[in-house]
């Protein structure tokens, strides 16, 4: 994909790569700089692979303190830093920069502190995701937010895009199970937000630095909230002849009073992709498929399910199974789980996030097809149906620049077709560079100059993550301090 | 003379918010005034009341949203929910009664932006969690929104989530869209008499680490029971520690008999069946065990949020220096401290107890020379600070937002 718009790279800092490495280098040590071409090139993009940029230089410290130098040293040097991860977004929320250097956080990833009887933790945000439940299983607990990327995808991530994932119905999103966090800004000032209980003191900057996508700063602990897992957990699959038989079911059960822990939509393109990878019993012979997990004890489970099963009967479910143990509920989740994956194994796609009202999914479903159609493109539909977060998938060919760019436009088309319906951009993959050009869409000026304000106030220079979230001309809107380099973006 | 703008649409709001900008006047934001006695006194030569922003403006059932505009009555909100089996999960608290105030009128725009979240919370989260959007009106007279109304939307800033608890010093709210959930089907509550604050508080840690969803977790010093309606209890003058179970019938049956087996060594404890559960709780939504009765040597309240295995300690370490009543909510993560009332409100020893252990407190119930000598906010970091400023600066430059309410100059 081609078609984002990226900053020309300041030339002036372009050419002092070698005096910052060195600097760099006495800041952070020669293991936690990496100068080379090829080990750069490493980092040179994210989970959106068709955009890459060489980043000037690359630096993976171990402590908060060196993170503290280096963005001091950043800052008056006037050279913009990149905040890094896992690489694993979507949204090329971590795409370097040419001018830029990025700090990865991904060897801070140990574990501080766990209270049990307080139900928090206190990490190093390069832990990955499921190594903080990891820690805390042995004990039946477990950190809520689990994004499909959660293998790879670190807890410093999942702040910058207050990440979801599929048991969000019931356990909310990354910003609903943070408590504390510990902070670099870009002036080197090291800031604590909140700690080990309810409600940081005075304003809810918590709110404001979760999900502002590494813009704010770069968090290097966090104390995160862990929950008692349930004494079990079940997923019941149920095919139907259609979409928006599948949409309403969902609502019935929602109405009856049941919030089940999961609720994940898929249709009939990524039923057959996903079963032929994970082999986790999905029926075959349907348009969409709900798999629906309910928790509690096997008496509760099977009571609950069977109350499910009833509300689905006027939307006359064209099979139903409930999975019959810990091993086929295993690959239930790693079918959905690994749905990008599996599609990736047959053609090249482009991941969209959007979100809807929950009522007008059969019409989003019939539009979204319509206008893959129309593109030439087929489309995969996966989704969490409980909060009407969409993820088509649409299928293109990397070998064919058109494909690639009608993939990209058609994107475009469906996440306004979201906007339009009462929903937003994105539901937990963020704004990163893909859907900066859209957020016009969704927000009008004034909406964007109170944001925009706001990074201004953490990172007056705008030299963290720059180029992301935003459009690129959107500072000339504004009654903003002049903050980008006044060289002309262009084409990728 | 103060003068009292009641707009009654965003427009008008608008309007006022540039009228007073122009002039250089700053306004006291209120909804129905039942906070007024909250926070640093404030002495403005105009209010904004947003009681006349009223009603109900989006209601989908099955897509667990509302919208309201900022001025609508909690009780309309609430009552209609009900209507279809359904509630605000994080039990807003009625903090009118316990300051002096109004009891019962709260608006549902105040009540996000003071994050006013009960019991509950410790299963389904603060009134921050339930924010799905707002519009908003800033000190510099823009019309705004955030977020939207569907559960999941990470599209830029959270600005929305980032004005609760901002007591209307960055923007006055316009409209909320916020989560709703289903009501549960029955209510059953544990009651344990006669625990020690660390014993009691240790036991609700160990219901929270259970697998059986506890909704409410609370433990009242013995000088407070006897204000509770509740009879059975108040007679006791003994501590009373209680777990809340809300679920399906059939499962809060089952919950129930594994949790009193799980909690055994703690003691055999009474069951609140659902009428006297419902009460219970709803006098703890009032803070009803932290209120004076008329007549009574006036105390002042304090809010306490620290780490729960803290909780007792800093309670212990505190009656150390003055006498004090304690309503441990959240597992003991959340204290409504009573203490005998002094010039500081007993602030200086809190604070300094606070900083060995963890935590932070915020003055809730004092006289207005008590409130304005003592940091009512716990006092920021410089780093904090300096953003705080900052952040205020970007919404309201001109200080036309409630200037002070929180803290001076902000």
């Known amino acids: 994909m081609t078609h984002i718009r990226l900053p020309e790279p300041d030339r002036a800092i372009v050419a002092r790569r070698d005096q910052i490495t060195a600097d760099l280098i006495a800041i952070a040590g020669r293991d936690a700089v990496i100068s080379d071409e090829d080990g750069r090139r490493a980092f040179e993009t994210d989970a959106l692979t068709s955009y890459r940029r060489m980043p000037l230089a690359v630096v993976l410290p171990e402590t908060t303190e060196t993170i503290a130098n280096i963005l001091r040293y950043c800052h008056t040097q006037g050279v913009k830093v990149i905040a890094r991860g896992a690489g694993t977004s979507l949204a090329g929320g971590a795409l370097p920069a040419e001018d830029a250097v990025v700090v990865g956080i991904s060897k801070m990833n140990r574990v501080l502190d766990i209270d049990l009887p307080g139900r928090t933790m206190r990490v190093q945000t390069g832990i990955t995701n499921v190594s903080i439940t990891a820690a805390v299983a042995p004990d039946g607990f477990f950190y809520a937010p689990d994004p499909s990327s959660q293998l790879a995808c670190t807890l410093a991530g999942n702040l910058g895009m207050n990440s979801g994932g599929a048991h969000c119905l019931k356990y909310g999103v990354t910003t609903n199970n943070v408590l504390g966090v510990r902070m670099v800004l870009m002036t080197g000032e090291i800031v604590d937000i909140g700690g080990p209980y309810v409600d940081a003191a005075g304003l809810d900057l918590l709110s404001l630095v979760i999900g502002s996508e590494g813009q704010m700063g770069i968090i290097t602990e966090a104390t995160v909230r862990i929950i008692r897992a349930a004494e079990g957990a079940r997923p019941m699959l149920l095919g139907f002849d259609s979409s928006e038989a599948a949409g309403r079911c969902v609502s019935a059960i929602i109405a009856s009073g049941i919030i089940p822990v999961a609720i994940e939509f898929m249709d009939r393109p990524a039923i057959e992709v996903c079963e032929a990878y994970a082999k986790a019993g999905y029926p075959l012979d349907c348009e969409a498929l709900l798999i629906i997990e309910v928790e509690g004890s096997e008496t509760e489970i099977t009571e609950r399910l069977e109350q499910m099963l009833e509300l689905a009967k006027p939307f006359r479910p064209s099979s139903h199974a409930i999975s019959s143990g810990p091993d086929q509920s295993a690959k239930i989740w790693k079918g959905r789980k690994s749905a990008f994956g599996a599609l990736g194994r047959i053609a090249d796609y482009y991941c969209m996030d959007g979100t809807i009202p929950l009522g007008r999914l059969p019409e989003v479903l019939t539009a979204i097809s319509q206008i893959c159609t129309s593109y030439g493109l087929r489309v995969a539909n996966i989704f969490h149906a409980g909060d009407g977060n969409l993820h088509p998938l649409i299928m293109f060919d990397a070998n064919d620049p058109a494909s690639e760019q009608r993939a990209e436009q058609a994107g475009s088309d469906i996440l306004a077709l979201c906007v339009e319906v009462g929903g937003c951009l994105t539901g937990e993959h963020g704004v990163g560079i893909e859907k900066r050009d859209l957020m016009a869409k969704q927000f009008n000026a004034d909406d964007l100059r109170v944001q925009m304000r706001l990074k201004s106030v953490f990172d007056p220079g705008w030299l963290l993550n720059p180029a992301k979230v935003f459009p690129l001309d959107a500072d000339q809107r504004g009654d903003l301090p002049a903050m980008r380099s006044s060289t002309l973006p262009a084409a990728a | ?410």
């Not at chain 2, 903090?95 to 709260?106: E, M």
């Not at chain 2, 608006?107 to 919370?121: P, Y």
């Not at chain 2, 609700?204 to 309606?229: D, K, N, Q």
């Open chain 2, 1 to 410: 003379m103060v003068e009292t703008l009641r707009p009654t649409n965003e427009a008008e709001l608008q309007s006022a918010l540039i009228g007073l900008s122009q002039s250089g006047l700053a306004a006291e934001i209120r909804g129905a005034g039942s906070k007024a006695a909250i926070g640093r006194p404030l002495q403005l030569p105009a209010v904004i009341e947003t009681t006349g922003l009223s009603g109900i403006t989006l209601y989908e059932p099955t897509e667990l949203v509302m919208s309201a505009r900022a001025g609508t009555s909690l009780g309309e909100v609430e009552s209609t929910l009900a209507e279809r089996g359904q509630m605000l999960a994080f039990e807003p608290m009625d903090l009118g009664p316990a300051t002096g105030g109004r009891g019962g009128v709260q608006t549902m725009g105040a009540v996000f932006a003071t994050n006013v979240s009960g019991a509950r919370r410790i299963a389904a989260g603060a009134a921050r969690d339930h924010l799905l959007g707002v519009r908003a009106v800033n000190g510099r007279g823009e019309i705004f929104k955030s977020g939207g109304r569907v559960l999941k939307n990470v599209t830029g800033y959270d600005v929305a989530r980032a004005l609760t608890g901002s007591w209307g010093t960055l923007a006055v709210l316009s409209e909320v869209t916020f989560k709703v959930l289903p009501k549960p089907q029955e209510t059953q509550t544990l009651v344990y008499v006669g625990l020690s604050d660390d014993v009691g508080v240790e036991m609700l840690c160990a219901a929270m680490g259970s697998p059986f969803e506890i909704s409410g977790t609370v433990h009242l010093t013995a000088g407070l029971t006897s204000r509770l309606e509740l009879g059975r209890l108040s007679r006791e003058a003994a501590t009373v520690t209680a777990i809340r179970i809300e679920n399906f019938t059939s499962s809060v049956a089952y919950r129930i008999g594994r949790l009193k087996d799980a909690l055994k060594i703690y003691g055999t404890p009474e069951l609140l069946e659902q009428d006297a559960s419902l009460l219970f709780w709803s006098e703890l939504r009032r803070l009803s065990p932290v209120t004076p009765a008329p007549g009574d040597a006036p105390t002042h309240l304090w809010r306490i949020s620290t780490a729960p295995r803290q909780a007792a300690k800093v309670v212990d370490a505190i009656r150390r220096n003055m006498q004090v009543e304690a309503c441990y909510d959240a597992s003991g993560g959340l204290i409504w401290l009573e203490v005998t009332a002094s010039a500081d409100a007993g602030g200086a020893d809190i604070r300094r107890i606070l900083s060995t252990h963890g935590g932070h407190a915020t003055l809730i119930r004092a006289e207005p020379a008590v409130r304005g000598s003592v940091e009512v906010f716990q006092p920021m970091s410089a780093s904090v600070e300096r953003l705080t400023r900052g952040i205020k600066a970007a919404f309201d430059p001109s200080a036309v937002l409630n200037p002070g309410r929180m803290y001076a100059g902000i």
